[in-house]
């Protein structure tokens, strides 16, 4: 991220184009089935008083960590992933019969739990303590998370609960729901997503029953940490559960986008799994990346109480599937109650081929904005939550165009270029502090 910008290019667009078994942190679901509960976003925020929010039922007081923008909690409780026929629900379905279907219990009942209802209100603690993520990480920023306030947020990923998960005792689950990072603005980026988390634990005998003479492998050793593996764990264990995770998420995306999809595994990090990769597909000519996973931190594993377990987690966008799978270019469209886009999804069953048709073909109109930049702790990302508040999802793109230090007082003025689908005239103006 910029630390200084410069000038903005926003583009909009017209509105014809966007127009219990099981007990988790209070929220009670069910072990091998599907949970959801969905929140009716007229009800699911609200300011009583200037230093509280009101939030799906509960109050949270204000402090100098409050970053949630008005706008940003209208979105809380839309649970757009269980609103049948939408095109995220379809690629959730999809993903979920396929894990219900291939991967049985010893009863014969799905394997994998689903948790579609979790609130997406989390503690810090949940969303990076419990994931081992330092508390200097970058990702921990005021400038690319909401605070409710310094110890609640809303969850800038799913992996904000598998530490409960686990620890309720599940050792094979998928958790999907909204999540809310500070972002740029164009086709491909959006302060509010969908992620679905998937981890499966294995104990020794779940791990080995299928190998020959392997009575006596195990899952731990005292060892050194390597590129390849953690210190507590043995390469035979670790080979495995890559295995099968690779295995895994092979399956998943083939019975996605058909037979003969080409893959690739990229070696990367994330704080709570080791080793790390990220899953390319070979989609229409064109590489893309689809998820992230790896095998599982065992201190994350141990700490909830799984100590005798060793196992793998995955991450994945619904948005990003569903835009390569229907062909939606633009992000934004996902929140458009447009019936013309919605109806589009509408269908037989959750496989049927679906081909987004464009809904507007207006042309772009540019405006620029100069502006000084206030105060040197102002984000990027500030500006950006602006623009969404004023201007909502009509902002198609902001670009960074040009800036200026002043030589005496070293303030900093930006200059902005925002298109607009509008039949509105080009403005040009700025802002002194």
Known sequence: MAMLWKF???????KTALSSKVKVRGIPTHSRHSSSKSVPSDFAASSPCSNTVELLGKSYPQDDYSNVTDKILSKVGKNLHNRKHHPLWLIKEQVKEHFYKHYLGRRGTPLFSVYDGLSPVVTVQQNFDSLLIPPNHASRRKEDNYYLNRDHMLRAHTSAHQWDLIRSGLDAFLAVGDVYRRDTIDNTHYPVFHQMEGVRLFSCHELFSSIKDGEGLQLFEQGHRTAHKQECHTMEAVRLVEFNLKQVLTKLMTHIFGDGLQVRWVDCYFPFTHPSFEMEINFQGEWMEVLGCGVMEQQLVNSAGAQDKIGWAFGLGLE?????????????LFWSEDERFLKQFIGPHIWQKIKFQ??????????????????????????YDLVRTIGGDLIEKVVLLDEFAHPNSKTVLQQKNPNFLLKINTTYFSVFH
């Open 358 to 383: 464009p809904l507007s073909r207006y042309p772009p109109l540019i405006n620029d904005i100069s502006f000084w930049l206030p105060s040197e702790t102002y984000s990027q990302n500030d500006f």
């Open 8 to 14: 903005m290019r926003v583009a909009k667009y017209s």
């Open 320 to 332: 990003r599937l569903a835009m390569i799978l229907y062909d939606i270019p633009d992000i934004r």
